[in-house]
C-alpha cells in the first residue's frame, strides 16, 4: 500500500479473541479490518516520538543492534483504540517491524514471532501475543502456543461476517493479575479445544463472556443481549474493556442500537487470509 507521495505503507491488522491466552498458554485470535499503517519518512516532523513508549524503543533498540539500524524517522497511522483489547500493540510492532525491514533491506524469517518476543521483551504482554502478531500479520484466524512460541494453525475466514465493537465510556482496563488468570486454565483448555475443532463461534462466545465475569461486572449482560438480538458470538475480546458481538452482513442494525447505549461503536469485518500483504 502507497501513500498519496508514493511511499509504501506497510499494514497490519487489528484482532479480536477466540481464546485469551493468558490462562493457559494458548491463544486463538481472528483479523478485523482496523488497521495500522506505518511507514519510514524523511522529515523528522512526521516522526513518532519513540521515546514515550516502551515497545517502540524496544524494537528500535534490536535493529540497532541487529544491524546497525540507527534513528529511522517512522510514521505511524492507527484506527485501532489504544488498551481495549483489541490487538493495538501487537498491529503496530509488526507495522514497525515491516517498515524497517522493507525500507532497509534486511531479511527476518519470522515477523510475527520478532514481534512477540519483542513485546514480551518489553513488558507490554505476558505471552507475548504470537496469536495477535501472526493474525496483524497474516490476517485470518490464527491459533498458537505463546509458550512455546508456535504457530499452531493460520486459516482464512467469511469476508461476509461483521463485527460491531464498543469501547465502553469511563471503562478502564483493571490490573490483570496472572496467577488469578491461570486458575481458569481448565476452562480455557476446553475453549481452545472446541475452537480448534472448528467450533469457533461458540468458543468465542465462551471465551468472551469467561472474561467479562473474571475482568468485568455488568459486561456478561450487554453480550447476552447482543446473543438474544441473533449474535454468531459475543464478549469481551482479550483483556477488554472492548466488547464485540459477530453478525451478518447487513444486520449490524440492533448491534449498533445496543452498544451505543453503553459508549463508542465502531464496524468492522473479518480479514480474509493474506490481505493487504
Given at each position: ?5 508514493g511511499i509504501r505503507e506497510m499494514l497490519a491488522w487489528a484482532g479480536i479473541s477466540i481464546v485469551n491466552a493468558l490462562p493457559l498458554g494458548l491463544g486463538a485470535t481472528v483479523a478485523i479490518n482496523l488497521r495500522v499503517l506505518a511507514n ?56 514497525i517491524i515491516k517498515a524497517i525491514t522493507q525500507r532497509y533491506n534486511v531479511y527476518e524469517p519470522n515477523i510475527p514471532q520478532l514481534a ?162
Amino acid at each position: 500500500m502507497r501513500d498519496g507521495r508514493g511511499i509504501r505503507e506497510m499494514l497490519a491488522w487489528a484482532g479480536i479473541s477466540i481464546v485469551n491466552a493468558l490462562p493457559l498458554g494458548l491463544g486463538a485470535t481472528v483479523a478485523i479490518n482496523l488497521r495500522v499503517l506505518a511507514n519510514i519518512v524523511k522529515d523528522y516532523g512526521e516522526c513518532e516520538d519513540l521515546s514515550q513508549t516502551t515497545l517502540l524503543q524496544t524494537i528500535l533498540s534490536y535493529f540497532k543492534s541487529r544491524y546497525s539500524i540507527t534513528k529511522p524517522c517512522i510514521k505511524i497511522l492507527s484506527q485501532i483504540p489504544s488498551s481495549s483489547g483489541l490487538k493495538s500493540s501487537s498491529a503496530v510492532a509488526i507495522a514497525i517491524i515491516k517498515a524497517i525491514t522493507q525500507r532497509y533491506n534486511v531479511y527476518e524469517p519470522n515477523i510475527p514471532q520478532l514481534a512477540a518476543e519483542l513485546s514480551k521483551l518489553a513488558g507490554v504482554s505476558f505471552t507475548g501475543a504470537l496469536d495477535d502478531a501472526a493474525a496483524a500479520y497474516y490476517g485470518g484466524m490464527v491459533f498458537t502456543d505463546n509458550t512455546n512460541m508456535r504457530v499452531i494453525r493460520v486459516c482464512d475466514v467469511n469476508d461476509d461476517l461483521g463485527v460491531a465493537v464498543l469501547i465502553p465510556s469511563g471503562v478502564n482496563r483493571p490490573r490483570i493479575d496472572i496467577n488469578e488468570m491461570r486458575r481458569y486454565s481448565s476452562v480455557f483448555q476446553s475453549i481452545f479445544e472446541r475452537a480448534l475443532q472448528g467450533d469457533v463461534y461458540n468458543a468465542m462466545t465462551l471465551n468472551g463472556i469467561t472474561i467479562a465475569r473474571i475482568l468485568y461486572k455488568g459486561f456478561e449482560e450487554v453480550a447476552v443481549k447482543a446473543l438474544k438480538l441473533g449474535a454468531l458470538a459475543a464478549g469481551v475480546s482479550g483483556n477488554g474493556p472492548a466488547l464485540f458481538a459477530v453478525f451478518r452482513e447487513g444486520d449490524e442494525g440492533p448491534f449498533v442500537e445496543l452498544f451505543s447505549e453503553h459508549g463508542k461503536v465502531l464496524i468492522a469485518r473479518f480479514v480474509r487470509l493474506g490481505e493487504g500483504m
